[in-house]
């Protein structure tokens, strides 16, 4: 199988040995849907000897069956390994394939070109050093080719390579190459790719790919196979200041207490000072350690524990970093968004940011605007859609070190995770600290929440009432209000209407703006707890994500959950105010029940069936879990 090396018949340990300390190249190819992207993946594979003899049996054989090129090795087949690939000729997922020669080892992602399919291609660069941008030579620049091109520029890709493939086609004309190449230069001087490589090849007959070609003997440049090798990466990592995402904090027993983590960038050796973030605090490195021993040092790449010489408080997900030039520390950036998810990105909604081994709660501001990418327009927008890309403030729960993506990809990168699926819903770039996050810190008052609440005789929380409209909801809260300021208890009601005449009276009914009443709303009743009073909010709040949101910014046991459960059918025979009817006309839209859905509850303090019990039950329940 693999590529030819006398050493393994002489020497095969010192073979194995030089195999183990090659450098490794991760590159990816893009451009334009049937530019050869698979075809030259596969003929790099079969070039290098990477194929078994079963595998190029079974290549033969599918080729024959569902190959494009008459029953010729089709070359694409050994990356498109979808059924739907075959059966369309096209890539839709990303493929990973392994690859060595002699002098380096190679992983290449094979992205798509469908513009439905910008996430995938976004995966595959987000861990590239090197891209191989593709270019149909009987169709020269095209709007896939300048998008694909602008996401390799935005993810810091710079080591690039202009593939002019199937020049076959074209009778190797230097004409058309030298004009796509024109055409391409001008495009990437746009988007800040200074420097490329441009090849002429046909990458199913193999022109330029490992070897020159005989078909083209006015390009005087290195054929794609050598340019790989040779392509300066390895040390770009190592020549930034030490960075290291402390993944897991190593106590095997109570005398050692190491921090382990892979190293991001730079060089570290024992004796250096190191600061540990967000906290700040200094220390030196005694040791590091690794499985077959210590080391005198480390440099990007390396996965070690370290030692310190102090007793410091380091946590999975701190950065250690060089004393001398540490990451800065703050909790709001401005950032680029690709947004990964069929449901759209809601500005507000509270999401899970990853960045590094942290993971910290993060709200995403209205996009400040989104880029098309074909053209590169700057266009207003209040949301962002699958596949779109923004440019947006985030605001975290806590603070994080970072460098800016620009100048550290690992500690700049993050991902965005869905709070109550899990799903990755989007990947985005660190740009710089907003001012504000660093000029506006929190001003501590002599007199808190306790003493408020003392003075007042009474606990302070929030009870959350939510359902569908026409529930009941504020009829039950105003009749609990009564029973406790009858009682002497100091309350303020939140009504989803009252509201919207003042605070939210800028606020629509789309899901965005639904968000967005709620978080305004959860900051006040917060402010409202603080100031010791028993706040009861009456909302529809339909999301699920917008109610926990609200909870998680009281202290356990100040916030209770009131399901006020009432079927649509039953509210909607109700329907006080006409709602219901407006909406089943068409006349009201983004109507909850209707045509905007209601998340219930899953696990709520209090659950009122509004058809079995009376609003007095319902509110006598609730004043008694509240005095106890």
């Known amino acids: 199988m693999a590529h030819k090396s006398d050493l393994i018949a002489e020497d095969i340990e010192a073979y194995l040995h030089q195999h183990e300390h090659k450098s490794l190249l991760r590159f990816l190819t893009c451009g334009s849907v049937d530019d050869g992207k698979s075809t030259l993946i596969g003929r790099l594979l079969y070039d290098s000897k990477m194929i078994f003899e079963d595998q190029l049996a079974a290549l033969e054989a599918d080729s024959k069956k569902v190959g494009t090129q008459g029953g010729d090795i089709d070359f694409a087949l050994l990356v498109d390994g979808l059924s739907a690939e075959r059966e369309q000729g096209i890539t839709i997922d990303v493929a990973y394939r392994f690859f060595s020669t002699d002098k380096r080892k190679f992983i290449v992602a094979d992205t798509p070109g469908h513009e439905q399919y910008t996430r995938n291609m976004v995966t595959g660069a987000s861990t590239a050093d090197a891209a191989i941008i593709l270019i149909d030579a009987r169709k020269g620049v095209l709007t896939q080719t300048r998008r694909h091109s602008y996401l390799v520029s935005l993810l810091g890709i710079r080591h690039v390579v202009l593939a002019v493939n199937k020049m076959d086609l074209v009778d190797w004309s230097r004409e058309t190459f030298d004009a796509i190449v024109a055409d391409y230069r001008a495009f990437a001087d746009q988007i800040g790719i200074r420097a490329f490589t441009a ?6 007959k193999g022109d330029n790919i490992t070897e020159p070609s005989a078909n083209a003997p006015w390009y005087e440049g290195p054929p794609l196979m050598r340019w790989l090798e040779g392509a300066p990466v390895e040390d770009i990592q190592q020549d930034k200041p030490f960075r290291m995402p402390v993944q897991w904090v190593n106590r095997p027993d109570l005398d050692f207490r190491g921090f382990s983590g892979q190293i991001a960038s730079g060089v570290v050796r024992p004796g250096d000072r190191v600061k540990a973030l ?7 490195v005694a040791r590091i350690v690794t499985f077959t021993g210590d080391l005198p040092q480390a440099v990007a790449g390396q996965s070690v524990t370290f030692t310190l010489t102090d007793e410091i408080d380091v946590s999975r997900g701190d950065i250690l970093a060089t004393a001398v030039s540490p990451p ?15 449901e759209g990105l809601l500005p507000g909604r509270p999401y899970l940011m990853k960045i590094g081994a942290r993971i910290v709660p993060v709200q995403v501001g209205e996009p400040k605007h989104k880029i098309n990418v074909n053209t590169l327009e700057k266009l207003a927008a209040r949301r962002l859609e699958l596949n779109e890309i923004g440019v947006c403030n985030l605001s975290l729960a806590s603070p994080i070190a970072f460098d800016p993506y620009a100048e550290n990809k690992d500690t700049g990168g993050f991902i965005l995770i869905d709070r109550m699926t899990n799903r990755t819903v989007g990947a985005g ?15 501590a008052m002599d007199v808190n929440k306790a003493a408020r609440a003392q003075s007042l005789g009474q606990s302070a929380r929030v009870v ?5 409209s026409g529930s009941g909801k504020s009829t ?18 939140l009504d989803g209407d009252n509201v919207r005449h003042g605070l939210n009276r800028d606020l629509g009914f789309t899901e965005a703006d639904r968000v967005e009443n709620i978080r305004r709303v959860a900051e006040v009743s917060k402010l409202m707890v603080d100031a010791g009073l028993i706040v009861l909010v009456s909302f529809i709040s339909p999301f699920r994500a917008e109610r926990r949101m609200a909870r998680e910014l ?11 459960d009432t079927p649509l059918a039953e509210a909607e025979r109700r329907d006080v105010k006409g709602l219901y009817a407006k909406a089943r006309a068409g006349e009201l839209k983004n109507f909850t029940g209707i045509d905007s859905p209601y998340e219930a509850p899953e696990a709520p303090e209090i659950r009122i069936d509004t058809t079995q019990v009376s609003p007095e039950e319902a509110a006598e329940q609730i004043v008694k879990r509240l005095l106890g």
């Open 199 to 204: 090849i002429p090849m046909s990458a199913l």
């Open 278 to 284: 967000p906290s700040g605090r200094e220390s030196t």
């Open 328 to 342: 800065e520390v703050a909790d709001q950036f401005e950032s680029t968004l690709v947004w990964f998810d069929d």
């Open 429 to 443: 770039l660190l740009h710089f600290a907003l001012r504000r996050s660093q000029n506006i810190h929190w001003q």
């Open 464 to 468: 959350w009432f939510t359902g569908l």
């Open 476 to 493: 039950i809260a105003n009749l609990v209000e009564k029973r406790l300021h009858a009682d002497g208890r100091h309350t303020y009601i």
């Open 554 to 564: 009281l202290a356990e046991g100040e916030f209770i959950e009131v399901f006020v």
